[in-house]
């Protein structure tokens, strides 16, 4: 839990960059070390089902990510927080930090969601294909995996902060389903 009376940062990587879903002062682009932004959760809920998961981004292990901070006024504290915890760890599978993020003018500590590898809905490290059937088979309660997949790739691009893995998962997906 952040300071008391003090405004906090969350890093966004997926969804949080195009629907934050809480109050913020300010956003920035961040760059995280040691974390990359990774198709590594099987999603039994908001893009898929256990019987027909779809995927959803984690920042795993190793590498680096580009993605946006969001300032949360200190008033806003308590429901941020309770909002994040409900949004992000309602299978267990994220793990909360307190993580520096390179920024201008100066880094900043954020919250930041990290995979646990040793949760049950972790994928590792699956092929391009096996992502892809994933993907393309996904829909949960907010709606189809590739939905999820566009919006993220769309907005990355717009903020100048293109994924190549993702783009390319994004070219195949769409080529398979014409």
């Known amino acids: 839990?952040?300071?008391?009376?003090?405004?906090?940062w969350v890093f966004g990587y997926g969804s949080l960059m195009w629907h934050p879903g809480f109050p913020h002062l300010e956003v920035r682009p961040g760059h995280l070390y040691g974390y990359h932004r990774h198709f590594c959760i099987y999603s039994h809920r908001y893009r898929g089902t256990p019987d027909c998961p779809g995927l959803v981004l984690g920042l795993d292990r190793g590498g680096s990510c580009r993605g946006m901070l969001y300032r949360v006024p200190a008033g806003e504290r308590d429901e941020v927080m309770d909002y994040l915890i409900e949004r992000e760890m309602v299978t267990g599978v994220y793990t909360p930090r307190w993580l520096?993020?390179?920024?201008?003018?100066?880094?900043?500590?954020a919250i930041s969601y990290i995979v646990d590898p040793g949760h049950e809905q972790y994928t590792g490290r699956l092929g391009m294909e096996e992502m892809l059937d994933l993907v393309l088979q996904g829909v949960g309660d907010r709606g189809p995996c590739l939905?999820?997949?566009?919006n993220t790739v769309h907005h990355l691009r717009a903020l100048g902060l293109p994924d190549r893995k993702l783009e390319r998962l994004l070219k195949l997906a769409e080529a398979r389903r014409s």
Do not use: A, H, K, N
């Open 1 to 8: 839990m952040p300071p008391p009376g003090q405004d906090f």
């Open 100 to 109: 520096e993020v390179r920024s201008d003018p100066e880094p900043v500590t």
């Open 147 to 150: 939905e999820y997949l566009q």
